[in-house]
């Protein structure tokens, strides 16, 4: 064990106790991976349920109780089907969202439905204008009766102020009672719209994609800090047999 004695030297000290933590700390980082792809696995599960199941009237889902208007919050992706006229005058533009790597907006739309619920339907992205300060010009929505297809998505509530500041016509947020302060407005959840009859989009909307249904990166992830734990090890191996080599050479000299 003499040979081994260079253990003890204060570089050799500090090089494995650098190791040492780095072992449980690479696989804090591949638990925490392996954790988030079961999250993933199990919310992919509860969307592919939802977007299999046929679509339902949101008048069946729709709760009216001490002066709100919500849903159910495990409807989340739920195709849904609704009929109502456009409230052109509340249409509000959602700011800073990106498709495909291009920024943009939501064209947020009220939609009043036939029994005077009103639900925040965002038609789809437009792209942006020049300025910050500007809003991209959008073409109307048909008039009369429209019959609107979409998925149902849920609100998470502000923990910020909004923002007061914005131009004009421009939130940061889908925040329902925020575009339209109604007893009658659906707070909890918005629909996006996937189709409708007339057609309420134009070339300048571009329909939101359906939610990745996928496990991401995480296990490649996980996989990869437990290489990071191994080749420590091996590492480390290396370093001391190279120095035992070294010692060897420097007593046969």
């Not at 072992?23 to 969307?47: C, G, M, Y």
């Not at 006229?85 to 249409?91: A, D, G, M, R």
């Not at 109307?140 to 979409?150: A, F, H, K, M």
């Not at 849920?154 to 339209?180: F, H, M, N, S, Y």
Request: some cysteine.
């Amino acid at each position: 064990m003499s040979a081994f004695k260079f253990l003890l030297a204060p570089r050799w000290i500090a090089i494995t106790l650098v190791c040492i933590f780095m072992l449980p700390a690479f696989q804090a980082l591949s638990n925490w991976q392996w954790h988030r792809l079961q999250d993933r696995q199990a919310a992919n599960v509860l969307i592919q349920e939802q977007i299999d199941k046929e679509p339902v009237a949101i008048d069946e889902l729709i709760v009216t109780a001490d002066g709100a208007t919500t849903v159910p919050n495990d409807f989340q992706w739920r195709t849904i089907e609704m009929t109502g006229v456009w409230q052109t005058e509340n249409q509000v533009l959602v700011r800073k969202k990106s498709l495909e790597s291009d920024l943009g907006l939501w064209v947020v739309t009220p939609l009043e439905l036939i029994d005077g619920t009103i639900v925040m339907v965002n038609r789809g992205w437009t792209a942006a204008a020049n300025s910050a300060v500007d809003s991209p010009v959008v073409a109307d929505v048909p008039s009369g009766t429209i019959e609107v297809l979409g998925r149902l998505r849920e609100i998470t509530p502000r923990t910020k102020p909004a923002p007061t500041d914005l131009p004009d016509g421009q939130v940061d947020r889908i925040i329902p009672l925020e575009i339209v302060d109604s007893p009658e407005t659906l707070s909890n959840a918005y629909v996006e719209m996937t189709a409708s009859r007339p057609e309420s989009k134009t070339s300048d909307i571009r329909t939101l994609p359906a939610p990745e249904v996928t496990e991401g990166a995480h296990r490649s992830y996980a996989i990869q800090w437990l290489f990071f734990e191994i080749m420590t090890v091996i590492g480390w191996i290396i370093l001391v047999r190279n120095e035992l080599k070294e010692q060897r050479k420097v007593s046969l000299s």
